[in-house]
């Protein structure tokens, strides 16, 4: 890979990993357990001193200011030692200057660490509270709503009715749902097998349905070089986590990734096959794969290469993840899948990034306690005990995740099925996979 000269590229891996570190983040943590803002480096250049330097690595090891107990001391040192908010106002300065493409990604990304940053102060109690109108607008380009997840639900009880599980009230349609689901488990000890035949099938209608419509140059990428890894006791359903650091014998990248599968998942067979095209083929390891060899290619520049969570960005990968079944099968809507029971699964899994916003929602504009959030997630968006027990706890009250992750997964899964009912297939599946310059939840509309 090339060696950046531009001196934006050394300001913006200051800056993110320089926040990424005051949160407790560690990029080359092989499990997404121990990354945080910063969701890959698998560039071959060297990493910078807010990497680097001996304070991060204390830093990093106390947990950061989201540890429950803050190591202060540690988090002055490295803060000493290296100029976080100057790295995050300098790159949005920079990226102001730079303008075109590069610099409203660059410049959405600035924004996100400017907050991220002050949410850090937050903690600490060194700043005051961040507004959570200004997290949910920095990360998603919109401001916060509540979810509506009325006509899905509506939707669910006839598919359900119509598969043997009819439901009268509110009430009747969680039991539904639990039933459909208890009866399709993924069997544990077979999720390994049961993955490679998804991605087999799923990789199969991305060669059918979405490369045609991209440069033949990333035909051949591996977009699907994925490990299936248990994940104890981990707040996420699972994390994807992009590797990319491995060369063959020729210097050529293997595209590589892991996926870490959260082993307390209650997860039906046809949820896990929107799980796998959402984490693999073809959406997370798949859009990493085509921004790594369109960087490798000189397409994209070093920011490709360090993709940035709670970002406009990262909004804009989770809205192609949460679309990309649909996209494997070349539909646009839900019902136009040929399986019913997939479209219950489907459903399902739209209904969780509802009950992500809601979690937010009610957490931090509303002030509900955590009990009632739970029983609000699972009453309305139907999701399972465990993941109600997660959402409403450990990732929505967290002071950063529950403001600015949470939503982000609404409203990119709405803002990418609009794209691609306003555009054909040929215009809007280049501009999400990075062909016209990488851009996020809100530039992608000056691309297109």
Known sequence: ??????????????AILGVDTVWGGDVLDPSGAGRFIADSWFSDEPLPEAYAHPAAARLRLSGGVGAAAVDLPSVDAYLAAVDVPGAVRELSTRSRAAGGARGAYLEGVADSLSVMWDLALEQVGRGPAVPY????????????????????????????ARAGYPS????????????????RLVPRRSVRQLADAFIAWLDEGTR???LPHLPASLHDVPRANVRFLPL????????????????????????????????????????????????????HATTF?????????????????????????????????????????????VEE?????LQIGVLLSFLQDDAKNQSSWLTWREGRPRDEVASALRADCLVSAERADKL????????????MSLPAYLAGTEKVAALRRLHPPGRVLPALFGVSGLVDVVSIDRVL
């Open 1 to 14: 890979m090339r060696r950046p000269t531009d001196p934006l590229d050394a300001i913006a891996a200051t």
């Open 133 to 160: 109108d200004r997290c949910v607008l920095s990360s998603c380009g919109r401001a916060p709503v509540p979810s509506r997840p009325e006509e899905k639900r509506r939707r669910l009880a006839e598919l359900l």
């Open 168 to 183: 009268g009230t509110a009430t009747g349609l969680l039991a539904a749902v639990d039933a459909w689901r208890a009866d």
């Open 208 to 210: 059918r349905h979405v």
């Open 232 to 283: 104890e006791n981990a707040m996420f359903s699972g994390s994807l986590n992009y590797l990319g650091r491995e060369r063959d014998a020729a210097g050529a990248p293997r595209y590589e990734a892991t996926y870490e599968l959260n082993t307390s998942l209650q997860i039906s067979v046809p949820e896990f096959a929107d799980l796998v095209s959402h984490e693999v083929v073809p959406g």
């Open 289 to 333: 794969a085509l921004a790594h060899a369109l960087h490798v290619q000189g397409r994209l520049g070093f920011e490709a290469t360090v993709l940035t969570m709670n970002t406009r960005g990262a909004t804009l990968f989770e809205g192609i993840a949460n679309n990309a079944i649909l996209m494997a099968f070349g539909v646009k809507e």
């Open 337 to 341: 899948l040929p399986d019913e029971d």
């Open 392 to 403: 409403s706890g450990a990732w929505g009250r967290h002071p950063l995740l529950g403001r």
